[in-house]
């Protein structure tokens, strides 16, 4: 997987570059989500396996089954995919397009597991901690994890804050381990 990210990490800098420059950052995560959704649909991965089609011709038949949503730039980004042989990658491709997005918005999404579903106050207060210590403007996310016992797990970016009641017994046997 992290092989995967670098090797789209060029092709989602790229699109993020053109996007910005055209002033077309929304068009464009729209046109990846879409190529990346129909990239991941099983008879367009079995077409994608398939050795008789050359990759410009697997491009082209990725854009026309997308040809509602793809412009001329859209076509070509597909074939400098196809030519390069990482039209597997445009999941991770749109996956960084998104970060740079939202890093140029200044937005950050976070995601709560937690043992109860969280109260509005409480999904306020804890937009305003993360706010205040990202100085971005919080998108939250939460779900309920029924294999918590209490406590929550937040994802925000690569930071990983684990306030769950397991991760804070396995701090504690891990301090007492030490002492």
Same mark, same amino acid.
């Given at each position: 997987?992290?092989?995967?990210?670098?090797?789209?990490?060029?092709?989602?800098?790229?699109?993020?570059?053109?996007?910005?420059?055209?002033?077309?950052?929304?068009?464009?995560?729209?046109?990846?989500?879409? #190529? $990346?959704? =129909?990239? *991941?649909?099983?008879?367009?991965? &079995?077409?994608? !396996?398939?050795? @008789?089609?050359?990759?410009?011709?697997?491009?082209?038949?990725?854009?026309?089954?997308?040809?509602?949503?793809?412009?001329?730039?859209?076509?070509?980004?597909?074939?400098?995919?196809?030519?390069?042989?990482?039209?597997?990658?445009?999941?991770?491709?749109?996956?960084?397009f998104e970060a740079l997005?939202?890093?140029?918005?200044?937005?950050?999404?976070?995601?709560?597991?937690?043992?109860?579903? #969280? $109260?509005? =106050?409480? *999904?306020?207060?804890?937009?305003? &901690?993360?706010? !205040?210590?990202? @100085?971005?403007?919080?998108?939250?996310?939460?779900?309920?994890?029924?294999?918590?016992?209490?406590?929550?797990?937040i994802r925000a970016g690569?930071?990983?804050i684990d306030g769950s009641?397991?991760?804070?017994?396995?701090?504690?046997?891990?301090?007492?381990?030490?002492?």
């Open positions: 997987m992290a092989e995967h990210a670098t090797l789209a990490r060029p092709y989602g800098n790229a699109a993020f570059a053109f996007a910005k420059a055209s002033g077309a950052l929304a068009g464009w995560s729209q046109l990846l989500a879409l #190529l $990346a959704a =129909a990239i *991941a649909e099983p008879k367009v991965q &079995a077409m994608m !396996a398939a050795p @008789d089609l050359t990759a410009r011709q697997k491009a082209e038949k990725v854009a026309a089954l997308c040809a509602d949503g793809i412009d001329d730039a859209g076509r070509r980004f597909l074939r400098v995919l196809a030519d390069n042989g990482r039209l597997p990658l445009l999941g991770e491709v749109r996956a960084r997005k939202a890093q140029e918005e200044r937005q950050l999404d976070v995601e709560v597991r937690s043992a109860f579903p #969280l $109260a509005e =106050a409480q *999904a306020r207060r804890l937009k305003a &901690a993360l706010r !205040a210590r990202f @100085d971005q403007e919080i998108t939250l996310s939460s779900t309920v994890d029924g294999t918590l016992l209490g406590g929550a797990v690569d930071l990983v009641v397991r991760g804070r017994l396995v701090r504690l046997e891990e301090a007492l381990a030490r002492a």
